[in-house]
């Protein structure tokens, strides 16, 4: 896969302070204004709650879809219980208002660390029209329990709205529709970050061989993103690698020890190590390290 460039260690960290649990979303791409006829939104509350339970409609027109997930509980600290909600918001609607030269910017982002979809740029400059998928009240959630939530959601909405491309940028990456309905969310064969978490790649600048490979969009869910920082690796294999650790993380109901081992890709040990991001946005990363075989 082709890189961007970093400007090395150290480039554009915000800070630990920005790894709290953020509001999951998804944007669905489209050629034609996104009208939520009434067909479409019957289809999909009645998916959503089929796979996840009781749902409550708090909003249900052309331009919005506002819904309660009495299924899927959040407990604020003063004991006040708020079901999860999702927010469906069609670019048509008033409270849709954003800044042309930051989201301009913010797909630019992603179409540069967008991989192995060769005609995207093509493709979303001719789907002008967007429809949010947000999550909100839910970050209170269990993460591995919002990802699943979120995953099932964005499904129903992509079954049953045409859109030309699925945008992510809290993750920066593009997916084909068809690549993300490929597999149901029940189905063994479907990868519930899929979107949700992408592998990006930077060279380092003034450096001939030098990478910056790391995870985004786990601290979403308040879960470490991963980085590695390392010369003459085939970025293929250590991108899929990240995703497995992603995967891992993602499934894992505990947190990581800093300074655990694991085996890489190439069947050396590394060491992870709780470190602040070489590349923005500012989120608690795991750090890649070498381990050398104590004696």
Known sequence: MPAETATGPGAGVEGRGASAPR?????LLCEEPVVLAKATRDGIVADIREALGGVQVLRNDGEALHL????CPVEYEDGEVVPAQILFLSDASPHRNPDPQKAAATLETSLGQTWGWDAARDVVANAPHTLLVTDFLSTGLDPRRRIAIFSKVLYAAAKHIPCAALHFPSSQCLLRPEDFLAAAPDDPDHYPLLGLVNVRLYAVEGSED??????????VFGLPDVQCHCSGADPDELGNWLYTLADVIAE????????VSVEAFDGSRMRLRYAEPLVEPGRFVLDLQPAYQEE
């Open 23 to 27: 509001v999951c979303m998804a944007e």
């Open 68 to 71: 309660a997930l009495e299924g």
């Open 210 to 219: 030098e990478i910056v490979m790391d995870t985004l969009g786990l601290h």
């Open 252 to 259: 894992t109901d505990r947190d990581f020890e800093d300074g």
